[in-house]
């Protein structure tokens, strides 16, 4: 396993993230267990099963596989807030879409009970952000094979 360093990003919303970058090949699979997550504090057992996960994905083989596991600084009540105001953004423009098309091609007694489904749905599968959860994002590519390969992979760490 080739460790190539780690390095912070700063992302959206000053979300700073700490990113580590390995490179890997199936017979050194076994020793991703081995790493430690520092930033993740108690919850690195979690992040080592997500990295494995995501590694058995690729079906990498004998290829070398390049993984970047992005683990944030805990939020502040203030980039959840912003996060959370995205997601709202987010259900409710699903919500107007699916109740336009739908009164467009039937009326609008069905096409707002749609919207609200949709809308419903929307609210149950995005994550809702508090102060202190650790956001994770891991980036896996393996060129070769069958072409160029490409997965990623985000959680939660709640507080």
Avoid: W
Avoid at 7 to 18: A, E, S
Avoid at 46 to 56: C, G, P, T
Avoid at 106 to 133: C, K, M, Q, W
Wanted: charged fraction near 15%.
């Amino acid at each position: 396993m080739k460790f190539e360093g780690t390095f912070q990003y700063m992302g959206q919303h000053g979300i700073v993230f700490n990113v580590s970058q390995i490179t890997l090949t199936d017979s050194e699979r076994g020793r991703l267990r081995e790493l430690h997550f520092g930033e993740a504090k108690s919850a690195h057992y979690e992040v080592n099963s997500k990295v494995v996960e995501v590694y058995d994905k690729m079906l990498a083989k004998n290829l070398p596989c390049v993984m970047k596991i992005a683990i944030s600084k805990p939020l502040t009540r203030q980039q959840g807030d912003t996060l959370n105001a995205q997601r709202t953004t987010v259900v409710n423009a699903c919500a107007s879409a699916f109740t336009a098309a739908t009164t467009s091609v039937a009326s609008s007694f069905v096409g707002v009970p749609v919207g609200a489904a949709v809308r419903t749905y929307a609210n149950e599968i995005l994550p809702t952000y508090h102060a202190g959860d650790v956001l994770v994002s891991i980036d896996a590519q393996v060129n070769g094979g069958i072409g160029p390969q490409r997965t990623i992979s985000t959680m939660i760490i709640k507080t």
